[in-house]
């Protein structure tokens, strides 16, 4: 039992937290260090971990990933999620504020706010716990992403209850779930380099991580949200829009500060330009500007259509969208290798920025689009600097047009290029390739690799400028005269390169083998190598078939692998770079085995309790959920097994007895 000072304990160190994360995420203002907010979030894991009774579902401890679903549920709305009737130039916007006057009888204010393009959300809170989030859907029934939702920072768990603003005990909060632009750009730069297929806007990446099955995935994308108004209240008045704004941030919600009052139809022209005009700056996509009658007085007596309320607009900006014709395709080679064909433009102009290149991503998508040199297209700037190119119209084509089909060959370095079954990614396999080799440095350096502490972007930058950095095995070759040589570089700090460079000489096969920059081989499938096969020289001679027989490893990453070490040029960098004397300590024998593995329990377990078997399960990188489908991996039965155990031969899912469940816990 907890005593009452564990539980005074406990409650304070949550409402601390609950404070500190809304000036952080939601007031991007935080007024304790990282490291005090870090200690007390793990004093309340800890407290947590020994009294799991006193955990709640609106602890900040609590925003990790439920176990994934078969299918998301569905939700009715209270109050319906209506849409809104757009307006695309002055003169429309003024007609609608004739209409709304006309109709209101008298002179009235506006709310205007960004309208951002994301994903429409709805937020319930009953005596201020977060108790469902849904999506609009049809708007009077949308999707249960509940779980999904839980894991943005941005989104209260639990209200804040300042004295001047009580908490109703009915709240249906309405916004927008949206990804920043530059997590966006990051997030696209990860998915490249994990050769994961790109997504083509902010709002396709925000709509598809909300919608997943697996509230994992949703946790750890940059989602956001911005609040922007309520839908069915109970236990609370309000008198306005600009009422609800202001009572929105003292409950902890993320408002958007640029919204603003308008007291006449200039007041909401002015806020329109000023908005198209930074809206370039802004580090969010919006895609015009709401405008809401402010009394809600007003809007009642006004009412709504079948799908749109009378009193409120988008007035949407210009599309960001021009025609221009494909004058060249050129071929450009990443950081990490991969050719990309570029589309050359007839210079035009979208929005105040003059476009003349489009990214074609890879071959797969200049054929799905049958994009041709000398078409004439539609691109558009979305969500990203680099234009794209929406579609062709074929109805322009004059039968001179020529079809694009990347090079055989690195246009760089005039390597034979590669691309396995299923990736539509092309690179240039070649370690040395001058388009690549900063890239190369920079990975290699890096701390989940050979971990060489100052050898960043830039440095790798100023030594293949500089010409001392041509190969990998050059680093190792560096001298303090060389170094001093560079810009910004004094003795002190070269000579704190050189030993972080000689240190990392003493590595792990592991970490070598994730430095290396293989396609597809990340810090997880480096381990499997080296615990698999034990040497360089081993992985390097086994075959596909041989190297796909690991667990964990496909056809795909075996290809990658196998196309890497039949280069020469790759295997003459490795032995360069063993002849410099980098060395492998023994890799420990940890095994990952569970690390991704869903798991089930029915039945009572005689040996230990369901939380403890889930614990294990979990610290060996597992998950537990509680109902079978074809994606649980084990369902491990006890005496008295259920359903689930039915289920789980149907499916032709694994069971374990509790005694090979054991086995495999002490094996992992
Ligand atoms: S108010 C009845 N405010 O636009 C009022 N909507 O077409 C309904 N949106 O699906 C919405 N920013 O997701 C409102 N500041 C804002 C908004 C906004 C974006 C979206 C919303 C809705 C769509 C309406």
Redesign the pocket.
């Known amino acids: 039992m907890a005593s009452k000072q564990v539980r005074q304990e406990i409650a304070k160190l949550r409402e601390e937290l609950r404070y500190h994360n809304y000036r952080y995420y939601v007031l991007d203002a935080p007024v304790v260090s990282d490291a005090e907010y870090d200690r007390m979030f793990r004093r309340l894991e800890e407290l947590e971990a020994e009294f799991p009774d006193l955990v709640t579902p609106d602890s900040p401890t609590q925003r990790v990933g439920a176990p994934p679903r078969e299918e998301l549920g569905t939700v009715q709305h209270r109050a319906p ?4 009737q757009s307006v695309y130039d002055e003169e429309e916007f003024r007609h609608f504020v004739d209409t709304v006057i006309a109709e209101a009888g008298e002179e009235v204010a506006f709310v205007g ?4 393009d994301g994903l ?1 959300v709805s937020l319930v809170y009953e005596n201020g716990l977060l108790t469902v989030a849904a999506t ?1 859907g049809d708007g009077v029934t949308g999707e249960d992403i509940t779980d999904n939702v839980r894991t943005i920072r941005t989104v209260p768990l639990k209200l804040l209850a300042p004295d001047d603003v009580p908490v109703p005990e009915y709240l249906e909060v ?1 916004g ?1 779930i949206y990804i920043p632009l530059e997590q966006f750009r990051e997030l696209n730069r990860r998915r490249e380099q994990a050769g994961e297929p790109l997504f083509a806007n902010p709002r396709n990446a925000a709509a598809g991580s909300v919608r997943q099955l697996d509230s994992n995935i949703t946790a750890s994308r940059p989602l956001s949200i911005y609040v ?2 309520v839908g069915a209240v109970a236990g609370y008045d309000f008198a306005s829009e600009w009422e609800v704004v202001q009572a929105l941030p003292r409950w902890g919600f993320r408002v958007d500060e640029r919204n603003r009052v308008c007291g006449n139809v200039a007041e909401c022209l002015d806020f329109y330009r000023h908005l198209a005009e930074t809206r370039e700056q802004l580090p969010y996509e919006i895609d015009g500007i ?1 405008f ?1 009658v402010n009394e809600l007085a007003v809007q009642a007596r006004m009412g709504t259509r079948t799908r749109n ?1 009378r009193w ?1 607009v ?1 007035y949407k900006f210009p599309a960001r969208q021009e025609t221009t014709r494909v004058e060249d395709i050129l071929v450009s080679v990443g950081r990490t290798g991969k050719l990309t064909p570029v589309a050359v433009l007839e210079p035009v102009e979208v929005s105040g920025v003059i476009v003349r290149r489009a990214s074609l991503h890879n071959q797969d998508e200049v054929d799905r689009k049958d994009i041709r040199i000398g078409d004439v297209v539609i691109i558009e700037r979305a969500g990203d600097v680099i234009p794209q190119v929406v579609k062709v119209i074929t109805e322009k084509r004059t039968g001179q047009e020529r079809p694009f089909r990347l090079p055989d060959t690195c246009p760089v370095c005039g390597t034979r290029v590669l691309r396995s079954e299923g990736d539509p990614i092309t690179r240039c396999p070649n370690i040395d390739c001058p388009a690549q080799i900063e890239g190369r440095i920079e990975h290699f350096a890096s701390r989940g690799g050979m971990d060489i502490e100052g050898l960043g972007e830039k440095l790798a930058a100023q030594l293949v400028q500089s010409g001392l950095v041509t190969r990998l095995p050059d680093i190792y070759d560096l001298t303090t005269e060389q170094l001093i040589g560079l810009e910004h570089m004094a003795a002190k700090s070269a000579q704190n390169l050189l030993d972080a460079i000689a240190t990392s000489r003493q590595t792990s096969l592991p970490r070598f083998l994730f430095s290396l920059g293989i396609a597809h081989v990340g810090e997880h499938v480096a381990r499997l190598l080296a615990e698999n096969f034990g040497s360089v020289a081993a992985i390097a001679q086994a075959t596909p078939d041989q190297l796909a027989a690991v667990d964990g490893i496909g056809p795909e990453i075996a290809t990658s692998i196998s196309q890497f070490f039949a280069e020469d040029r790759n295997r003459q960098v490795v032995r360069d770079l063993l002849q410099r004397g980098v060395e492998f300590a023994e890799t420990e024998a940890a095994s990952d085995a569970l690390v991704g593995k869903t798991f089930v329990f029915t039945g009572t377990l005689a040996g230990l309790s369901r939380d403890e078997a889930s614990a294990e399960v979990q610290r060996r990188g597992g998950q537990v959920t509680s109902s079978v489908s074809r994606r649980t991996d084990y369902v491990v039965a006890g005496s008295d097994p259920g359903s689930k155990y039915t289920r789980a031969q149907e499916l032709g899912v694994t069971v374990l007895t509790e005694e090979q469940f054991q086995e495999l816990l002490a094996k992992s």
């Not at 706010?113 to 951002?116: I, V």
């Open positions: 999620m209506l849409s809104l706010e960004p309208k951002y429409a609009r309405r927008e922007y108004g709401v809401k309320p409120a988008a």
